[in-house]
């Protein structure tokens, strides 16, 4: 646990003077002044934005921290089996910040527990890859939105190479208060809305093996042949149609 402390701490964007962000006053207590969210509670919300790979979920999820910290709400950023393989959040366009590794065994109540009592105020929750979460995370996220009043916004996949509902997103479906599809339209090889993500190995489609399994077109595998993932429409997914002309590393996801 203290090496998620550190890791939230780094993930945590520039504080303000420490408040107690669950004060004792009830929903009838007096209005607070203007933008000072954390003097009462206020209602939060769950909200999953999902889609296939290279849609932008993780650009929108550094979009939305910049726009929250910027109205001077301050934020965590979770991330499950980013495809760098450290704790960060990174995007296919360049971007990236540091982020909290969330683990089979992270209590995410707890993440944040702390940081209040490091006197860190904190507002919302950036989740992203939250499709890999366990139920168990999600449930978590739910009950800090619900008794905590820290609003939550998680980015992922829906489905894996299986086109089955990964266990994150699929609690995330439940329980969410808003769900809301990427809408940057990313395209199979045959120029139709790409909708599942294909695992490739020797040039085929697989459709058997655990749900994360590393993907890497640059470095060769000594025990496996090398494993790459590509977005392809319902029809290309189901025949295991990679196309003619379809690069070898389209759209590579590294865990």
């Not at 009592?117 to 366990?134: K, N, S």
């Not at 809408?183 to 489609?205: M, T």
Request: aromatic residues 6%; proline residues 5%.
């Amino acid at each position: 646990m203290g090496a998620e402390v550190t890791g939230a701490a780094r993930a945590l964007g520039s504080g303000s003077v420490a408040t107690d962000p669950l004060p004792g006053a009830g929903a009838l207590a007096s209005v607070p002044a203007a933008g000072n969210r954390r003097a009462t509670s206020m209602p939060a919300h769950l909200k999953f934005f999902y889609g296939p790979m290279d849609c932008g979920k993780s650009t929108l999820a550094l979009q939305i921290d910049h726009n929250h910290a910027r109205q001077g709400r301050h934020g965590m950023l979770l991330v499950r089996y980013d495809r760098s393989g450290r704790p960060t959040i990174t995007t296919r366009v360049g971007l990236s910040r540091a982020a909290v590794e969330v683990h089979d065994d992270t209590d995410i109540r707890r993440l944040v527990q702390e940081q209040w009592a490091a006197g860190r105020p904190l507002d919302y929750l950036i989740v992203d890859e939250a499709g890999f979460l366990t139920t168990a995370h999600v449930d978590q996220l739910a009950d800090l939105v619900d008794d905590r009043c820290v609003d939550v916004y998680c980015f992922g996949l829906a489905t894996d190479f299986r086109t089955e509902l990964l266990p994150g997103a699929k609690r995330l479906f439940e329980l969410a208060d808003e769900i809301e599809p990427v809408h940057v339209e990313v395209l199979c090889w045959c120029g139709r809305p790409g909708q599942l993500n294909a695992r490739v190995i020797d040039g085929r489609v697989v459709r058997e093996g655990d749900t994360v399994v590393v993907g890497d077109t640059d470095v060769p595998h000594a025990e496996a042949p090398p494993v790459r993932y590509q977005v392809l429409c319902r029809t290309h997914h189901r025949r295991g149609d990679l196309g003619a002309t379809v690069s070898r590393g389209q759209l590579a996801l590294e865990v």
